[in-house]
């Protein structure tokens, strides 16, 4: 550091290039009097790579205390007394000997004079920081830096500190934060003082007269004492001109927002004001953005933390036995007033969020093997441990674990934030009847505009004016795990008796989107805008208030900053939100079943069919008729069996796709004694004849995606030509959705909702009774020569309503020879035999 030092200030280094730090030492020797060459000891430590690493080398927490680094600088420089003037009372150095007159003469001193806007925080006394646009007047041929100190009220740029570079404005121009070197109080002069973070108030007055600068800070990530600049100026490698960018209150805003998690979220979907970090991954569609994991990447880049550490861990799935729970019924989430827990409906997700609210002990069923993440934050200079989270909960994929585990992470470091984005009114999770509350005190709804005739309802009507008095009965009508698709704005409104006065309505919209979709029950949207948004129909418009949010996440949205500013120091009543609900999806089937049964009702089916089919000894072939994925082949390739060809059927290509790969990838582990494989491409409502005289025949949860002509079709075509041994045929139980669509998870009470909404599924085309699969069964049966007994999965056969999806098990009660026809209309789309070894064909 000692050389590098008396580089710095030899005539080479003057004259050399575009080193930013020359242009300083260029602007330090146009200076008048005393300050003439004075060099500000923060600048070297700043500007100079070589001597930044230097510092680090000697104690690797000067990345957060610039002030160190000056001391280190100071104390290199000390040591070169034949070269260098050291002044710690002005924190500045100056070379012994005049720079030669040629050389400085030879200097462009013609820089030309710049107005730059930048960023004026003022520490308050009490409460928060005041944030005011300043404009840096640098007039040509002075130092910037001395321009910057003035406006802080300091006698030049050597008693600034000089933050790291943090965010950009939106040309892209790196913002630093500007302030006074702190002074400390007479009482405590220990030099480890600086730059420690005040633990607490008493803490932080007893080291520094003056005060924490907590939104400077939290914008730079360093420690701030007292009032400070931001600004986007400073000398590059490209010329030795001052470059310089505006930093508007707006692109401020925006900056201290990009650094919190939340604000991260809430720029990924372009939604400042509507979006919040939801507090659990479950699928996509809140993520256009980047996902949890990549997320808590750019935030740990940002915060100057090392790349997470994640550690992924697997449990072995229990014997069915051990993990098959009594269904317990969820409880119905509308009896369930004010209580203060948080809902997290979603097995898998976990912790804090996870309890399900229920008064009696009623628990969800909470997945007990699969993988679990942890994650570990550390900090890139020291590697100390920041944070260590360790969720306990298990997922069925590996993905969503890691997702769930960087989640939790942020959600962690978002509440160190929350006082910039989160509207302290809105609890980060919350129950319906929490909300409910809210609803009443803080919302509300003015009125409604003209909505669809079709969705028009008169139960709906007692919504239209809420009486604030009055509890309402508010009745959640999409349920949580729904897709919801809206179009929205917001404008920040004044007060009614201020429009009185003036006889202007003044409002100004701050922030709106055509269409935004998002998932319901995960805390992805504004709870105030999710709860108006879960009791509409699709097609209605809805109008509500909330009261403000943080001024700093209003102001970053703002298209005219100024304006919206003074609307807000006004009289401020609220935003007012305008609400079209576009779509809704309902949860997908899956999503909802692996909510209620362990395991998956999926996994129990296919279990149910192998289980039947290891006891048939003597069949060799089977096809499973509508085979998707492939699950049911998958497991048969796992087990002992005495088949030997297995066929799949679906018309499906992509299914086919996933079941191709799948097979291929579990090929050669299995102990099965598989001969053939084969997929084919085609409608079971056609028969093929390579499938005439199989042995066993499956078709599980496929027969409800036709019409009900066809399935009859498709079981006459079965019985008839295929004529199997065994056919195994399940279908969901309609009698059963009762029990589904009461949980919240699944409510849907609105009886505008169609018909076809009741099912597990929009691709189903119907959903029988027990009496009707009975009808279905036994008809054809009876008219093919065969036998039929019912049963199923999920819940007991013994209680109403019955198993939640019912299997029809036929069987060949005589072989009679049938008519061979010769058709082939199926494609094979993927084929393996085991012949020469295990060769694929
Ligand atoms: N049996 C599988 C998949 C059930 S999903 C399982 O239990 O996991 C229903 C499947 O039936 C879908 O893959 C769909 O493509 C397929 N399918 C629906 N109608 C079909 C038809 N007419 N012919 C063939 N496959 C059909």
């Not at 697997?314 to 007033?337: A, C, G, I, M, Y």
């Not at 201020?498 to 409002?507: A, S, Y």
């Not at 069987?811 to 209309?825: L, Y």
């Amino acid at each position: 550091m000692v050389e590098r030092i008396k580089y710095i200030f030899s005539d080479e280094f003057l004259s050399s290039g575009h080193h930013p730090l020359g242009s300083h030492l260029r602007a330090t020797l146009l200076r008048d009097g005393e300050r003439h060459g004075s060099v500000p000891l923060s600048i070297i430590a700043a500007f100079d790579a070589k001597i930044n690493s230097g510092c680090k080398v000697i104690n690797p927490s000067v990345d957060q205390d610039p002030i160190l680094a000056m001391s280190y600088v100071m104390k290199a420089a000390a040591k070169l007394t034949d070269y260098i003037v050291v002044s710690p009372h002005v924190a500045s150095l100056r070379r012994k000997n005049p720079y030669p007159p040629a050389i400085v003469e030879a200097l462009d001193t013609h820089g030309e004079s710049i107005k730059v806007e930048a960023v004026y925080i003022q520490c308050a006394t009490s409460g928060e920081e005041v944030v005011d646009p300043v404009i840096l007047d640098i007039s040509s041929g002075r130092y910037y830096l001395d321009v910057i100190a003035e406006k802080l009220g300091l006698k030049d740029g050597s008693q600034l500190i000089i933050s790291r570079t943090f965010g950009k404005t939106p040309s892209g121009f790196e913002c630093r934060v500007y302030s006074a070197i702190p002074k400390l109080n007479p009482s405590d002069k220990s030099s480890k003082a600086y730059g420690k973070r005040p633990a607490d108030e008493e803490d932080q007055s007893s080291h520094f007269k003056t005060p924490w600068n907590a939104k400077a800070s939290s914008a730079c990530g360093q420690d701030i004492h007292g009032d400070a600049i931001v600004a986007a100026v400073g000398y590059s490698w490209r010329s030795n001109d001052i470059e310089h960018d505006d930093v508007t209150l707006k692109s401020f805003y925006r900056i201290c927002c990009g650094m919190s998690p939340n604000g991260i979220y809430k720029f990924s979907r372009q939604a400042l004001i509507a979006a919040t970090l939801p507090f659990s991954f479950t699928t996509k569609s809140n993520w256009r953005g980047p996902l949890p994991r990549e997320m808590l990447s750019i935030f740990c880049r940002q915060q100057q933390l090392a790349e997470p550490v994640f550690t992924i861990s697997t449990s072995p799935v229990k014997p069915l036995s051990e993990t098959l729970r009594s269904f317990k019924k969820l409880k119905d989430s509308e009896s369930n007033d004010g209580n203060n827990q948080c809902v997290n409906e979603y097995a898998g997700s976990d912790d804090s969020f996870n309890h399900y609210n229920s008064k009696d002990e009623e628990e969800l069923p909470v997945l007990e093997s699969g993988y679990r993440c942890g994650v570990k934050i550390l900090s890139k200079s020291l590697q100390d441990l920041v944070l260590d989270c360790s969720p306990g909960s298990f997922y069925e994929k590996e993905s969503h674990a890691i997702q769930n585990a960087a989640l939790k992470a942020l959600t962690w470091f978002g509440s160190l934030f929350d006082d910039l984005d989160a509207d302290p009114e809105q609890p980060r999770c919350y129950t319906k009847g929490e909300l409910n509350w809210m609803f009443t005190r803080n919302v509300m709804i003015k009125g409604k505009f003209p909505s669809s005739k079709r969705y028009e309802e008169p139960a709906y009507d007692e919504s239209k004016t809420m009486d604030m008095d009055r509890k309402p009965k508010r009745v959640q009508t999409i349920p949580n795990g729904s897709l919801v698709s809206i179009s929205y704005s917001v404008s920040v409104e004044v007060e009614a008796d201020f429009w009185g006065r003036t006889g202007k309505c003044l409002r100004e919209l701050i922030e709106s989107n055509e269409e935004i979709e998002f998932e319901v029950g995960v805390g992805s949207m504004n709870p105030h805008l999710e709860s108006v948004v879960t009791q509409m129909s699709v097609g209605q418009y809805a109008c509500f208030i909330t009261n403000m949010p943080a001024e700093g996440l209003v102001l970053a949205d703002a298209n005219d900053t100024a304006r919206t500013r003074s609307l807000l120091s006004k009289l401020a009543a609220g935003l007012e939100y305008n609400v079209h609900l576009l779509g809704v999806k309902g949860p997908t089937e899956k999503r909802v079943e692996s909510v209620f049964f362990k395991p998956q009702l999926s996994k129990q089916r296919v279990g149910y069919a192998v289980k039947l089919i290891k006891e048939s000894s003597a069949a060799s072939t089977l096809v499973d008729f509508g085979c998707g994925s492939g699950s049911l082949l998958e497991s048969l390739l796992e087990v002992p069996t005495s088949l030997q060809t297995i066929v799949g059927v679906d018309i499906s290509e992509k299914a086919l796709a996933r079941a191709a790969k799948m097979v291929d990838s579990k090929l050669n582990k299995g102990a099965c004694n598989l001969k053939t494989i084969r997929l084919y491409d085609g409608s079971i409502l056609e028969f093929d004849s390579r499938l005439h005289g199989i042995d066993i025949a499956t078709c599980l949860e496929v027969i409800e995606r036709m019409e009900e002509d066809e399935a009859f079709q498709f079981g006459k075509t079965v019985l008839t030509l295929s004529r199997p041994k065994l056919l195994i045929v399940s279908t969901p139980n309609y009698e059963y959705n009762k029990i589904l669509h009461k949980s919240s998870l699944y409510h849907s009470k609105d009886k505008s909702i169609s018909q076809r909404s009741k099912f597990r599924s929009h691709e189903h085309k119907f959903e029988w009774t027990r009496a009707q699969f009975n009808h279905w069964a036994s008809k054809l049966a009876k008219s093919h020569n065969y036998s039929v007994e019912f049963s199923g999965v999920g819940g007991s056969g013994n209680v109403d309503p019955g198993f939640a999806s019912q299997i029809a098990v036929f069987k060949r009660k005589s072989f009679t020879e049938v008519k061979k026809v010769s058709t082939q209309p199926y494609k094979v789309i993927w084929e393996w035999t085991r012949a020469q070894g295990d060769k694929k064909n």
